[in-house]
């Protein structure tokens, strides 16, 4: 089995910092590309980084320059850096990762959710 697990959300005042985690584990054979949605009240569920296996990088329109997105293979694990933090940020972040189990085809795996709240 692959479990996923999150940590690094919490309350922040606009412009501050927080980095968020997502830590794969089970009987992993590879993990493909790696990415954070959020989803806020209301909303739809957005994308809002993904770094593929290879370290590309892509980024919502509304986070360029103010987050990074990062990986560690060796940890199976995804960072989301986020600076400059704005109210707008404010939604609930899910890793999304997209794991070939041994044995088993490629899918996507979804971490628990991790609130980032952004207010003064």
């Known amino acids: 089995q692959v479990q996923l697990v999150e940590s690094g959300g919490g309350l922040v005042q606009p412009g501050g910092s927080l980095r968020l985690s997502c830590a794969a584990s089970?009987?992993?054979?590879?993990?493909?590309?790696m990415g954070w949605y959020r989803q806020a009240l209301g909303k739809q569920r957005e994308l809002v980084a993904r770094?593929?296996?290879?370290?590309?990088?892509n980024f919502a329109d509304s986070v360029k320059g103010r987050f990074t997105i990062s990986r560690d293979n060796a940890k199976n694990t995804v960072y989301l850096q986020m600076n400059s933090l704005k109210p707008e940020d404010t939604a609930v972040y899910y890793c999304?990762?997209?794991?070939?189990?041994?044995?088993?085809?490629?899918?996507?795996?979804w971490g628990q959710g991790t609130q980032v709240t952004v207010s003064s």
């Open positions: 770094i593929s296996s290879g370290g590309t990088t």
């Open positions: 999304n990762l997209k794991i070939s189990p041994v044995s088993q085809s490629s899918r996507d795996y």
């Open positions: 089970g009987s992993i054979f590879s993990i493909n590309t």
